[in-house]
């Protein structure tokens, strides 16, 4: 039998490094976008369920291209192919600056959900191949904290931008044009230094591999499930910054949405460490957590906005982390295009139902009874599948 290892020149420490950078610039794109999108919406004139069924839709749309893509490149081996691609429609977010049309807007949200989706089951593939010797929930949080640091300096920048400019939306999102170039030279020299590597370790895992399918079906469905619930009764991220409009100055939206990036980045380095050390059990401490950013749906204040971006921080920074990174345990490297493909769809259409179900409860304004009756029981029922993958029924 070869020996696995022996192909491998980089160190998975490097690999990390890498990835992390290509991260780092895409965020500042993306996460930059992102804080200031929903406000956007808003000032072309959109209501609170309209924009939170956008955003969803999008997110949804774009996790339904994680499947395609994902089976797609587990028969084709294209993993960078796919990697390229997604990464380079990531200009979908500075372009928003050169339109002011609803429909345009947001058929360029869509566009860059596409994106993502596109690249994201590849990546994932490749990075949990490369870095399998540090421990899985290590690498994706360390990965996931060098993410952060570019999710924390793009909302930074249009904040500022904001500011100097009055509000000028349009200038916000040009002046993502100048992290796009820097993405793209990162991109290319991770691809020279790291492909051949990544060929040589898939081809040796499938010399090696003994198993059928390479794919636990049954505990990864029960974990899909799972984590379906937990999202679907989160209150999303871009409905968090629609409350916040009404709440603080337009340019302390961005600012929201980097206290939440921030306290992610470091969410999500702790919990990628505990996850090695306590697996499934620091999960289910996240879904109870969960429970709390729904307040804001019924306590629009200064400090209660503050506290539920804080608390979603931390969950937020665990679902891009350790939520991923227990794929690894349902799939072998050559499935995991697949694997990922199949719980993105399914991460997608939860946040689809949580973009229209909080939006619905923000508009006809639900009482704290309600919110917390439903988010609690089936945030409970969350934690249950969660145990149950881990018996495989």
């Not at 990628?272 to 950013?293: A, C, M, N, T």
């Not at 969950?315 to 227990?326: D, K, L, N, P």
């Not at 973009?355 to 029981?377: E, K």
Request: no cysteine; hydrophobic share 55%; proline share 3%.
């Amino acid at each position: 039998m070869a020996d696995r290892s022996s192909p491998r020149t980089l160190s998975p420490g490097y690999v990390i490094l890498l990835f992390g950078l290509v991260s780092f610039a895409g965020d500042i794109i993306y996460e930059g976008g992102r804080a200031i999108i929903p406000s956007y919406l808003k000032l072309l004139g959109l209501a609170a369920v309209s924009v939170g069924a956008i955003l969803g839709g999008a997110e949804a749309i774009g996790y339904l291209m994680r499947l395609i893509a994902g089976s797609l490149v587990d028969k084709t081996r294209l993993y960078w192919i796919f990697i390229f691609l997604g990464y380079g429609l990531l200009v979908a977010i500075p372009l928003l600056g050169l339109f002011s049309s609803i429909w345009v807007a947001v058929f360029l949200v869509i566009i860059e959900r596409i994106a993502k989706g596109i690249r994201a089951p590849s990546r994932d593939a490749v990075f949990s191949t490369l870095t399998e010797g540090v421990g899985v929930g290590k690498a994706f949080g360390v990965h996931e904290f060098m993410d952060q640091l570019g999710a924390v300096t793009g909302p930074l920048i249009v904040a500022f931008v904001l500011y100097r400019t009055d509000d000028a939306y349009d200038v916000a999102f040009l002046a993502l044009f100048i992290p796009y170039t820097l993405l793209v030279f990162v991109l290319g020299i991770l691809y020279s230094i790291t492909h051949q590597a990544f060929e040589e370790s898939l081809k040796n895992e499938t010399i090696s591999s003994n198993e059928k399918t390479g794919f636990e079906k049954r505990r990864f469905a029960y974990y899909s499930l799972a984590v379906f619930l937990n999202t679907t009764f989160l209150l999303p991220m871009g409905l968090i910054l629609y409350v916040s409009t009404s709440i603080v100055d337009a340019w302390l939206v961005p600012i929201i949405a980097l206290l939440i990036q921030l306290v992610d980045a470091f969410a999500a380095l702790i919990a990628g460490f505990l996850y090695d050390r306590l697996g499934i059990h620091i999960l289910s401490v996240i879904f109870l957590l969960s429970i709390f950013p729904s307040l804001i749906v019924v306590n629009q204040s200064e400090s209660a906005l503050i506290a539920v971006s804080i608390v979603f921080g931390i969950v937020y920074g665990a679902q891009e982390s350790v939520y991923r990174a227990r794929i690894t345990h349902f799939a072998q490297a050559r499935k995991r295009g697949t694997a990922y493909g199949i719980f993105n769809v399914v991460y997608g259409l939860s946040l689809l139902f949580a973009g229209t179900l909080f939006g619905f409860l923000l508009d006809y304004r639900a009482s704290f009874v309600t919110v917390v009756a439903v988010v609690t029981t089936f945030q409970l029922i969350a934690v249950f599948f969660l145990y149950w993958s881990e018996r495989g029924g």
